[in-house]
């Protein structure tokens, strides 16, 4: 729910943007600026009061940009927020299983470290076998 109001939320921001871009673009300024360069578009379009509608309509614009971009803050942080609250529910049960570990009985690990011995003594001969193979094929036959 939370990620999907996320993602309409940019899309309302991007939209609101162009379209401030767009008014911005085609008001007129003192100096003609872009407005003029397409033969005076606002005010044909516009009529001729075009400056005091798009000026309206520019602090419209401006005045929902922010407050999506301050909802959208708020909702992004919110879901930081739970983010880092499950991710420290996790290192919790970490640490609980870890002092579970650690309050094992001495003869338990005693007999843990039995059962483990066996897979130890595999691993090293596979090593020891491994290697003996490798230094045999590296040294050259000598004729």
């Known amino acids: 729910m939370l990620a999907v109001l996320t993602v309409i939320l940019y899309a309302l921001v991007v939209v609101v943007a162009l379209l401030l871009i767009g008014l911005i673009l085609i ?8 407005g003029a360069t ?18 309206k309509a520019t602090v419209f614009l401006t005045a929902i940009f922010f407050l999506f971009t301050l909802f959208l803050a708020t909702l992004i942080g919110h879901g930081a927020n739970q983010a880092n609250s499950s991710i420290s529910g996790v290192n919790d049960a970490l640490k609980q299983t870890s002092q579970a570990a650690a309050a094992v009985a001495p003869e338990e690990k005693d007999k ?5 011995a066996p897979a130890e003594k595999v691993v090293t001969e596979k090593t020891e076998q491994v290697s003996g193979e490798a ?9």
């Open 112 to 116: 843990m470290s039995e059962a483990a």
């Open 135 to 143: 230094a045999s094929t590296a040294e050259p036959e000598k004729k």
């Open 38 to 55: 397409f033969g005076g578009i606002g005010e044909s379009v516009f009529g001729a009061q075009a400056g005091s509608h798009l000026t």
């Open 27 to 34: 008001q007129p300024s003192k100096s003609g600026g872009l």
